[in-house]
């Protein structure tokens, strides 16, 4: 009888059991392998196999570089080309996360973003934020996929995990107002999330609550979920300051007659919990096509293409990098003009000045050639720039400047009251008499006021009929159908004119003008120009013996003073020896004699200098001198003092910003100082700290936000009185020579500098500058650190619990200690629009229910 090996079996038993584990570890990897490839989830292809083409278009079209991987069938190959769609779009500089914690608490909610004060209405729109994705106004949670805040111009990004209720194929639609849109991953990883529905594109689309299928993109082909596992989805939410926002995400099984349901708690959960983390921390947030669809322009070996925006300025310029071409050896300098007092006449030092009057002492300087600071782009709306008023260009145009030639024939003579309005006017021909004509031979000037159409003859003749509903108004684009008896007024398409050149430049002055915020810096006469650079590059050669030759005039600065004589600014492109490429930075002035007793009679003519214009022959003899004492130092120290309370993003923004402007200059030679007034969304001191800024100064302070005292205590902090405070606001974007231009316009006892900042409006960014330049404010001030002690530094005490107008009251103080306050529209200089609501001390009312 066969008996059972107990014995051997114990003995193996170790071995034994280590065969069944392993056995069952291949059995299940198998089922695992194979249960994925007939689960894997394709949002390309619809339930039959069907190539999917309503969800993923937009998603393919804006990023082409991204569907390379989807044109093969469902095989274990899927996945590495999906990753090879990802790749293409550069996972470093994207900064991929998948930080995917699980937890059973998180059920219930999902993770809510919100870009507050944001114009707009596409989704395209909120991706242009400056903060978006990382660095949103708010973070909080919600507890199902319908949201409606009751609010204006915000975006919104909703994110977390989708637990399905079964297994099996399902549909989603999004419903939405504005533009929304709606992604899904194929598992819990965010890498994978891919389009499947939205609302709009254009920013023009819309939906009202609950209406899923008023758009062929709202509804997606079928997806196959299964109940044990999660799905990452996000959605994206632009609302503007129109209609009933909403947004809303229904989904249900994909069977024929079943309504969609709002996606509820129950089914959704936290991608993770933000609760306990600080603003500024955002490693955890994740970064996926949906919120990186848009990016930036690589550069390419024909150089950056060029703006779409109609902003000239932003169009390369010289000025822009000068900065990083070498400086001319100072000894080259030495002794090439004779040196001279500078003292000009419009310094108004010990000169009462009543409060907020030194506004009216403030004067802009000419610059040569044009910067295009005009902001032309905004001129559609603002027409400030002409002296004509706008209520005479919106009724008369520019017509007075144009002569209309003779015409043969001229018996009803046309006339455009509006150049923007094209009229159609009948006459009726019985009212049009020969009686009429022979009383009045020639007939007065055309009264835009008497050109009515369709009028009553019943009528009195001072009354004026309200078009009744439904009619058309006189000035009308369209046609009205001819009556019988009437007679359609001929246009002469045939008509032409003559005009005078017109350089609207001449017509402005330098005081500085507080009513217009779209003209641009003073145009400086180029013939001015080459006769100062003429007879300056001559005694710089006779100097040096011939070595440098003129490359380009890169930027000339006038401060005009027609009693004394004019200070320059010139920089210049040199050629030194024939080999380097050296720049000239220098302040000049052109000293106006006055002449003397008899000096202006016709025989004392011939004394002035060769090459004299016009501008200089009022005096006799001017002199191109070196002004005394109006150097500027090249490697002077900056210090940018700004005080901050509870604005992390602006904060970080501004951090970062410093760390690009050190690593694009490689100046070492500035330094930030943050007051803190007691800030909790983020640890200030530690962004400093890891920061690569080369210097830094943290200082924290209790209490309510005070500008101005926050200002004086961060300049306190500096010891050298030879050094330059920049007093700086937090929203600002710095062009990369800000430095330079800080450093040429601030001299110790003679310069302070007020740059004028443009200020963004809402929904606009640097790369599309809409805005108006900040023409009164005086926020934003260099001066050396000894000069602001000497006029006692800001007025803490009267602006304690305020702010607003501490700039003005500083002006007024730093004009009567005898400084002059260079004003200039600095290029690419923003201000960066942004929300008010949770600022400084501002405390935020119940949110109402409902």
Not at 815 to 830: P, T
Request: glycine share 6%.
């Amino acid at each position: 009888m066969l008996r059972f090996p107990v014995k051997k079996i114990r003995k193996q038993f170790k071995l034994l059991l280590l065969l069944v584990l392993l056995t069952s570890a291949v059995w299940f990897t198998y089922l695992h392998i194979n249960q994925g490839k007939t689960i894997k989830l394709h949002f390309n292809y619809g339930k039959d196999g069907e190539r999917q083409t309503e969800g993923t278009d937009a998603s393919r079209k804006r990023d082409t570089r991204s569907s390379a991987g989807h044109h093969k069938s469902e095989d274990t190959s899927d996945s590495r080309e999906d990753e090879a769609g990802v790749s293409t779009i550069s996972i470093t500089a994207l900064r991929f996360l998948c930080y995917c914690p699980k937890n059973s608490s998180y059920k219930g909610q999902a993770n809510l973003h919100v870009y507050e004060d944001w114009c707009g209405s596409s989704v395209a729109q909120l991706r242009k934020n400056l903060h978006f994705p990382l660095y949103p106004h708010t973070r909080t949670t919600v507890k199902k996929l319908a949201v409606a805040p009751k609010w204006k111009n915000y975006g919104l990004r909703i994110f977390g995990f989708l637990h399905p209720y079964r297994d099996g194929d399902f549909q989603f639609s999004i419903s939405s107002d504005d533009n929304s849109e709606f992604w899904l991953s194929s598992d819990e990883s965010p890498l994978n999330a891919r389009l499947l529905v939205y609302v709009g594109q254009l920013g023009t689309e819309w939906t009202a609550p609950g209406e899923f299928n008023k758009f062929r993109s709202q509804s997606s082909k079928s997806a196959h979920l299964i109940s044990s596992r999660r799905y990452y989805f996000e959605i994206l939410h632009k609302q503007d300051d129109k209609g009933s926002d909403h947004v809303e995400v229904g989904w249900r099984p994909f069977l024929p007659g079943l309504k969609y349901e709002v996606i509820d708690s129950a089914y959704i959960s936290l991608y993770t919990d933000e609760s306990s983390l600080k603003m500024n921390s955002v490693e955890h947030i994740p970064q996926t096509l949906a919120s990186h669809i848009r990016l930036p322009e690589q550069s390419s070996p024909q150089g950056p293409s060029q703006p779409q925006h109609g902003a000239d300025m932003l169009k390369p310029d010289p000025r822009d990098t000068f900065y990083s071409t070498p400086m001319i050896d100072p000894a080259r300098l030495e002794n090439v003009l004779p040196a001279c007092l500078y003292s000009p006449t419009y310094v108004v030092k010990d000169f009462p000045i009543a409060r907020y009057q030194g506004l009216q002492f403030v004067y802009l300087s000419f610059v040569y050639p044009n910067d295009f600071t005009r902001l032309t782009h905004m001129e559609r709306e603002n027409k400030c720039f002409y002296r004509e008023s706008p209520i005479y260009l919106e009724r008369f145009g520019f017509y007075k400047y144009m002569k209309m030639d003779e015409e043969e024939d001229d018996d009803r003579p046309f006339f455009f009251p509006n150049a923007d309005v094209r009229v159609t006017s009948y006459l009726r021909t019985s009212e049009i008499t020969q009686s009429q004509r022979d009383q009045d031979p020639n007939p007065p000037e055309f009264d835009p006021e008497m050109n009515r159409s369709n009028r009553d003859p019943d009528a009195e003749p001072d009354a004026e009929p309200e078009p009744e509903e439904g009619e058309l108004s006189d000035y009308s684009y369209e046609e009205v159908e001819a009556r019988p008896g009437w007679a359609e007024e001929s246009i002469n398409w045939q008509r032409t004119f003559s005009v005078n050149p017109m350089d609207f430049e001449l017509l402005r002055s330098d005081w500085n003008d507080l009513r217009c915020n779209v003209s641009g810096n003073l145009q400086l006469a180029e013939s001015e120009v080459v006769d100062v650079l003429a007879q300056y590059m001559e005694k710089l050669n006779e100097r040096n013996g011939g070595i440098y030759t003129l490359l380009r005039i890169i930027n000339v600065e006038k401060r005009r003073d027609s009693a004394r004589g004019n200070r320059y600014l010139v920089e210049l492109e040199l050629m030194e020896r024939g080999r380097s490429v050296v720049r000239l930075s220098e302040y000049i002035y052109l000293l106006l004699h006055r002449s003397r007793q008899g000096d202006e009679s016709p025989e004392n003519t011939d004394s002035v200098l060769p090459g004299a214009t016009a501008w200089s022959t009022a005096y006799a003899k001017p002199l191109l001198c070196q002004p005394v004492m109006l150097q500027w130092r090249r490697d002077v120290m900056v210090h940018f003092v700004v005080p901050v309370k509870n604005q992390a993003r602006w904060v970080q923004q501004f951090i970062s910003d410093m760390e690009n402007l050190h690593r694009q200059t490689k100046d070492d030679n500035f330094s930030i100082i943050i007051v803190d007034f007691e800030s909790e969304d983020m640890d200030v001191e530690q962004a400093l700290r890891e920061s690569s800024v080369p210097r830094y100064e943290y200082l924290r302070r209790d209490g309510n936000f005070e500008r101005s005292a926050g200002l004086q205590i961060g300049v306190d902090t500096i010891d050298d009185g030879h050094s330059i405070v920049f007093l700086c606001d937090l929203h600002i974007h710095f062009p990369m020579n800000i430095l330079e231009s800080i450093r040429k316009h601030c001299v110790e006892g003679r310069l302070a500098f007020a740059p004028i900042v443009m200020r963004l409006s809402c929904g606009s960014s640097p790369n599309e500058p809409d805005g108006y330049w900040e023409v009164n404010g005086f926020g934003l001030f260099g001066i050396y650190k000894s000069d602001f002690d000497k006029i006692g530094g800001m007025n803490t005490e009267e602006f304690k619990d305020r702010w607003g107008g501490e700039d003005w009251e500083l002006l007024d103080r730093v004009l009567q200690n005898g400084l002059e306050v260079e004003r200039l529209r600095l290029r690419n200089f923003f201000h960066y629009y942004h929300s008010k609501r949770g600022m400084w001390n501002a405390q935020n009312k119940k949110t109402p229910k409902g």
